[in-house]
C-alpha cells in the first residue's frame, strides 16, 4: 500500500534526514498519514531492506532497517537494496560501507547543488559475492570486530561531547567572575568601582563617538565652527530588568548599547564578484572556533573600486564580526560571533554586523559572545520561522556583567590556557577517530577479498546460490498478478503458509526449493523467512538436501528418515 491509497492510514517514513551516517544506522523515522505524506515518500520497503542515499554519496547515508515498522515507506532520494534468498544480508550492507564500493560512486555524481548518483549506477556496482557459509563466517567474524571500533569510537565521541561542555562552562564562569574569584583575592580593591566605573565608561563612548562624527563632519566638507553638532549624540539606554545577581567585586551591569557600537553590513552586487581584488566577509567565513577563515570554496572578491566607494565598510584586523541571518538555531550560528586575524582586510557583507567595543577589550568580547549568556538571549529572540534573522537593533536588550579592564586581562589569560588544552585533547581524540574510521575501513575492504575468513572446499558454490535465486525470481514471475478492487487498487491474495517439514511429508518424493516455496504459501514478501525456516530443518538435521549432478547442482529436499 502506499500513502496515496489511504489518506487516513498511517506509515512510518524513512526519510535521508533521519540516518546517522557516523553510525550508519536509522536514528529516526516519522510517522505520517497518507494525506500528509511528502511527495518523496513513495518507496514501499521491508525489514531488511538497505536505504542508499543518492544524493552526496561521500556523506554515506546508508542504512539497514532493522525492525519491522508497519506500512514503511521511504523517501525517493534512496535507491532501495533488496537482496535475493540465501545473500547475508549484513555481508552486502558492511560491503556498500567499503571504499571499493563506494569510490567509483563518487566520480558518477552529476550536478552542482545536489550532486547525486542514479539508481542504476548503484545496482551496476559489482559485489563479491562468496558461498552462502563464507558469507556467515565473515559476518561473524565481523560482528567480533566491529563492535570493539565502534565503542572505541563512541567513547571518543563522549569524550569531544564532554570537551564541548567544558569548553562552555569556561565561557561561563569566565564571564559571571566564577573563573577569576581566587585571583580578585590577591588583588587591591579598584579604582574604577561601581557608579564611577560607569560614569567612565559612558564618557568614554562618548568621546569615540565625538571623535567619529568630527571625522565624518569634516571629511564631507562641512567642519562644525561652534559645539552644537555635540546634542545629536545619541544617549544609550540604560539596560532594562536583568536577571543577573550578586555582581563580583569590581563588576557593573551594563547593556551592549552602554559599552559599544554596531554596524550592518552592505550589499554588494554578486554580478560584480571577482576572483581577485577586495575580499568579502560573508556568513560562510565564520566558523564555529571563533575565526575568520577564507578557503576555495567560500573565498568571493569584489573590485577594488568598491573599496575606495565604501571605505566605512573595510574590515581590519582585531574586529568583532556577527552573522545575522541561519537557516536554524541547531548549530548556533544565528548569531555567531568571530574575531579576525590581524591581517584581515575585506568588505563587510549584508547579513553580517561589526560590533565594536568602546571599552574593554575585543578577545573579552568574543567570549562573552561565545558565552551561553548571550546564546540563551539569541535562543529567546522571536527571529522567524525557516529563515532565522535577528538585527543589531534588538541587542540594546543584551544585558550582562563587565568586569574591570585587569580583570578582563586575566580572564582572556586563563580561559585561552584552559582552552588551549581542550584543543589539544580534541586534537588527539580526532586522530584516534581517524584512526578508528580507517580501520574499519581496511577492515571491511579486507572482509570482500576472499581472505578474511578460513575457505571450506565443502561450501556450496556461489554460482549455485545465483541459480537458487534466479529460479526464485523466474517462479515468482510467473505467479498471477494480484487482482484489482474498486479504484484500482491491489487487492493482494495471500495464500496460507503451512510448515515446510509437513509439506515434504504430505509430497513423499524431495521436492525442489522452488516448488516448496510455492507449496508451503510463501511470497515475496517472505523470501527471507522461507531460507530461514529451511536453513534450520536442515541444521536439525530432519531436512536433508539431496544433490542432482544433472540439474546443474541443484539440489532437492527431502525428509529425514
Given at each position: 500500500?502506499?500513502?496515496?491509497?489511504?489518506?487516513?492510514?498511517?506509515?512510518?517514513?524513512?526519510?535521508?534526514?533521519?540516518?546517522?551516517?557516523?553510525?550508519?544506522?536509522?536514528?529516526?523515522?516519522?510517522?505520517?498519514?497518507?494525506?500528509?505524506?511528502?511527495?518523496?515518500?513513495?518507496?514501499?520497503?521491508?525489514?531488511?531492506?538497505?536505504?542508499?542515499?543518492?544524493?552526496?554519496?561521500?556523506?554515506?547515508?546508508?542504512?539497514?532497517?532493522?525492525?519491522?515498522?508497519?506500512?514503511?515507506v521511504a523517501s525517493t532520494g534512496f535507491t532501495v537494496i533488496r537482496l535475493g534468498p540465501g545473500?547475508?544480508?549484513?555481508?552486502?550492507?558492511?560491503?556498500?560501507?567499503?571504499?571499493?564500493?563506494?569510490?567509483?560512486?563518487?566520480?558518477?555524481?552529476?550536478?552542482?547543488?545536489?550532486?547525486?548518483?542514479?539508481?542504476?549506477?548503484?545496482?551496476?556496482?559489482?559485489i563479491m559475492l562468496p558461498p552462502a557459509a563464507e558469507q556467515e563466517r565473515i559476518v561473524e567474524k565481523l560482528d567480533a570486530i566491529l563492535p570493539?571500533?565502534?565503542?572505541?569510537?563512541?567513547?571518543?565521541?563522549?569524550?569531544?561531547?564532554?570537551?564541548?561542555?567544558?569548553?562552555?562552562?569556561?565561557?561561563?564562569?569566565?564571564?559571571?567572575?566564577?573563573?577569576?574569584?581566587?585571583?580578585?583575592?590577591?588583588?587591591?580593591?579598584?579604582?574604577?568601582?561601581?557608579?564611577?566605573?560607569?560614569?567612565?565608561?559612558?564618557?568614554?563612548?562618548?568621546?569615540?563617538?565625538?571623535?567619529?562624527?568630527?571625522?565624518?563632519?569634516?571629511?564631507?566638507?562641512?567642519?562644525?565652527?561652534?559645539?552644537?553638532?555635540?546634542?545629536?549624540?545619541?544617549?544609550?539606554?540604560?539596560?532594562?530588568?536583568?536577571?543577573?545577581?550578586?555582581?563580583?567585586?569590581?563588576?557593573?551591569?551594563?547593556?551592549?548599547?552602554?559599552?559599544?557600537?554596531?554596524?550592518?553590513?552592505?550589499?554588494?552586487?554578486?554580478?560584480?564578484?571577482?576572483?581577485?581584488?577586495?575580499?568579502?566577509?560573508?556568513?560562510?567565513?565564520?566558523?564555529?572556533?571563533?575565526?575568520?577563515?577564507?578557503?576555495?570554496?567560500?573565498?568571493?572578491?569584489?573590485?577594488?573600486?568598491?573599496?575606495?566607494?565604501?571605505?566605512?565598510?573595510?574590515?581590519?584586523?582585531?574586529?568583532?564580526?556577527?552573522?545575522?541571518?541561519?537557516?536554524?538555531?541547531?548549530?548556533?550560528?544565528?548569531?555567531?560571533?568571530?574575531?579576525?586575524?590581524?591581517?584581515?582586510?575585506?568588505?563587510?557583507?549584508?547579513?553580517?554586523?561589526?560590533?565594536?567595543?568602546?571599552?574593554?577589550?575585543?578577545?573579552?568580547?568574543?567570549?562573552?559572545?561565545?558565552?551561553?549568556?548571550?546564546?540563551?538571549?539569541?535562543?529567546?529572540?522571536?527571529?522567524?520561522?525557516?529563515?532565522?534573522?535577528?538585527?543589531?537593533?534588538?541587542?540594546?536588550?543584551?544585558?550582562?556583567?563587565?568586569?574591570?579592564?585587569?580583570?578582563?586581562?586575566?580572564?582572556?589569560?586563563?580561559?585561552?590556557?584552559?582552552?588551549?588544552?581542550?584543543?589539544?585533547?580534541?586534537?588527539?581524540?580526532?586522530?584516534?577517530?581517524?584512526?578508528?574510521?580507517?580501520?574499519?575501513?581496511?577492515?571491511?575492504?579486507?572482509?570482500?577479498?576472499?581472505?578474511?575468513?578460513?575457505?571450506?572446499?565443502?561450501?556450496?558454490?556461489?554460482?549455485?546460490?545465483?541459480?537458487?535465486?534466479?529460479?526464485?525470481?523466474?517462479?515468482?514471475?510467473?505467479?498471477?498478478?494480484?487482482?484489482?478492487?474498486?479504484?484500482?487498487?491491489?487487492?493482494?491474495?495471500?495464500?496460507?503458509?503451512?510448515?515446510?517439514?509437513?509439506?515434504?511429508?504430505?509430497?513423499?518424493?524431495?521436492?525442489?526449493?522452488?516448488?516448496?516455496?510455492?507449496?508451503?504459501?510463501?511470497?515475496?514478501?517472505?523470501?527471507?523467512?522461507?531460507?530461514?525456516?529451511?536453513?534450520?530443518?536442515?541444521?536439525?538435521?530432519?531436512?536433508?538436501?539431496?544433490?542432482?549432478?544433472?540439474?546443474?547442482?541443484?539440489?532437492?529436499?527431502?525428509?529425514?528418515?
Amino acid at each position: 500500500m502506499q500513502p496515496g491509497d489511504d489518506p487516513d492510514a498511517s506509515f512510518t517514513y524513512f526519510d535521508i534526514g533521519g540516518i546517522d551516517n557516523r553510525r550508519n544506522l536509522i536514528a529516526e523515522t516519522k510517522i505520517v498519514l497518507g494525506k500528509d505524506a511528502p511527495s518523496r515518500a513513495r518507496q514501499a520497503v521491508r525489514k531488511g531492506d538497505i536505504l542508499f542515499s543518492t544524493v552526496r554519496t561521500y556523506l554515506r547515508n546508508i542504512a539497514r532497517i532493522e525492525d519491522d515498522p508497519t506500512n514503511p515507506v521511504a523517501s525517493t532520494g534512496f535507491t532501495v537494496i533488496r537482496l535475493g534468498p540465501g545473500v547475508a544480508g549484513e555481508f552486502v550492507f558492511q560491503q556498500m560501507l567499503s571504499e571499493r564500493f563506494m569510490q567509483p560512486l563518487h566520480a558518477l555524481q552529476t550536478g552542482s547543488s545536489y550532486p547525486a548518483v542514479r539508481d542504476r549506477d548503484v545496482f551496476a556496482q559489482p559485489i563479491m559475492l562468496p558461498p552462502a557459509a563464507e558469507q556467515e563466517r565473515i559476518v561473524e567474524k565481523l560482528d567480533a570486530i566491529l563492535p570493539r571500533i565502534s565503542a572505541g569510537e563512541a567513547a571518543a565521541q563522549r569524550a569531544l561531547a564532554e570537551l564541548k561542555r567544558y569548553r562552555a562552562a569556561v565561557l561561563h564562569a569566565a564571564v559571571t567572575g566564577e573563573l577569576t574569584r581566587e585571583w580578585r583575592k590577591t588583588q587591591p580593591k579598584p579604582d574604577e568601582a561601581g557608579a564611577a566605573f560607569l560614569r567612565l565608561l559612558l564618557a568614554t563612548r562618548r568621546a569615540r563617538w565625538e571623535e567619529a562624527e568630527l571625522a565624518r563632519l569634516t571629511k564631507s566638507g562641512k567642519p562644525p565652527k561652534d559645539d552644537k553638532w555635540k546634542v545629536r549624540y545619541p544617549e544609550p539606554a540604560s539596560p532594562k530588568s536583568s536577571a543577573i545577581e550578586n555582581l563580583p567585586n569590581g563588576w557593573i551591569r551594563v547593556g551592549w548599547e552602554q559599552v559599544g557600537f554596531s554596524q550592518n553590513g552592505r550589499s554588494f552586487p554578486s554580478s560584480a564578484y571577482t576572483d581577485t581584488g577586495v575580499k568579502l566577509l560573508r556568513p560562510g567565513n565564520l566558523f564555529a572556533d571563533g575565526s575568520v577563515q577564507w578557503t576555495d570554496k567560500n573565498t568571493r572578491c569584489m573590485p577594488p573600486r568598491y573599496e575606495a566607494l565604501y571605505p566605512d565598510h573595510v574590515v581590519r584586523g582585531n574586529e568583532l564580526v556577527m552573522n545575522l541571518t541561519a537557516q536554524s538555531l541547531k548549530d548556533e550560528f544565528l548569531g555567531r560571533v568571530c574575531l579576525t586575524s590581524d591581517s584581515e582586510h575585506s568588505l563587510l557583507n549584508q547579513r553580517l554586523a561589526r560590533l565594536t567595543p568602546v571599552f574593554g577589550l575585543q578577545k573579552f568580547f568574543l567570549f562573552l559572545f561565545k558565552s551561553r549568556l548571550f546564546r540563551q538571549f539569541v535562543d529567546e529572540l522571536n527571529s522567524g520561522s525557516l529563515i532565522q534573522h535577528m538585527f543589531t537593533s534588538q541587542l540594546a536588550d543584551f544585558v550582562f556583567p563587565l568586569p574591570p579592564l585587569a580583570e578582563q586581562e586575566e580572564i582572556i589569560r586563563q580561559v585561552d590556557h584552559r582552552l588551549t588544552l581542550a584543543d589539544r585533547f580534541a586534537a588527539s581524540l580526532e586522530t584516534a577517530l581517524a584512526r578508528a574510521r580507517a580501520w574499519r575501513r581496511s577492515v571491511l575492504n579486507i572482509a570482500v577479498t576472499g581472505h578474511f575468513v578460513q575457505q571450506n572446499a565443502d561450501d556450496e558454490p556461489a554460482s549455485v546460490l545465483l541459480e537458487k535465486i534466479r529460479a526464485a525470481r523466474e517462479h515468482l514471475a510467473a505467479q498471477p498478478k494480484p487482482k484489482r478492487g474498486r479504484g484500482g487498487r491491489k487487492q493482494i491474495m495471500k495464500a496460507e503458509r503451512r510448515n515446510l517439514l509437513e509439506v515434504l511429508k504430505e509430497s513423499r518424493v524431495p521436492m525442489k526449493p522452488e516448488d516448496l516455496f510455492a507449496a508451503a504459501g510463501f511470497d515475496e514478501s517472505t523470501v527471507e523467512a522461507f531460507f530461514s525456516e529451511l536453513k534450520e530443518l536442515v541444521a536439525k538435521r530432519k531436512v536433508r538436501e539431496k544433490r542432482d549432478p544433472q540439474e546443474r547442482g541443484f539440489v532437492r529436499l527431502e525428509v529425514r528418515v
